[in-house]
Nanobody, 123 residues
Framework: QVQLVESGGGLVQAGGSLTLSCTTS????????MGWFRQAPGKEREFVAA????????HYTDSVKGRFTISRDDAKNMVYLQMNNLKPEDTAIYYC????????????????WGQGTQVTVSS
């Protein structure tokens, strides 16, 4: 069983930055495709970003392109989401996700979910 634990959420003003971190318990972390989803109040959960096991295949949802950066550090079993120029519409619970072999760009492709971390952007 893979455990994913997110950290780094919080309250920030519009235009500010936050970095989310996710650590995984899986010993073969290097084989996992990782990603981030988010769910805003009253809205469906949506894909944010994903990265494959080599870091050479990265996808973002259009609304965060140019502002968010996903990265991974296999030596530390960590994946990160650097979020810059945050907007109030980025307010949501952010979930770290993982899958084996397939980039988790849809929730039906996600095998493991973290518990989520709250990000609130004030205007």
């Amino acid at each position: 069983q893979v455990q994913l634990v997110e950290s780094g959420g919080g309250l920030v003003q519009a235009g500010g930055s936050l970095t989310l971190s996710c650590t995984t318990s899986k010993r073969t972390f290097g084989a996992e495709c990782m990603g981030w989803f988010r769910q805003a109040p009253g809205k469906e959960r949506e894909f944010v970003a994903a990265i494959n096991w080599t870091g050479g295949n990265i996808h973002y949802t259009d609304s965060v392109k140019g502002r968010f950066t996903i990265s991974r550090d296999d030596a530390k079993n960590m994946v990160y989401l650097q979020m810059n120029n945050l907007k109030p519409e980025d307010t949501a619970i952010y979930y770290c996700v993982a899958n084996s072999g397939i980039l988790p760009v849809m929730d039906t492709l996600v095998k493991y979910w973290g518990q989520g971390t709250q990000v609130t952007v004030s205007s």
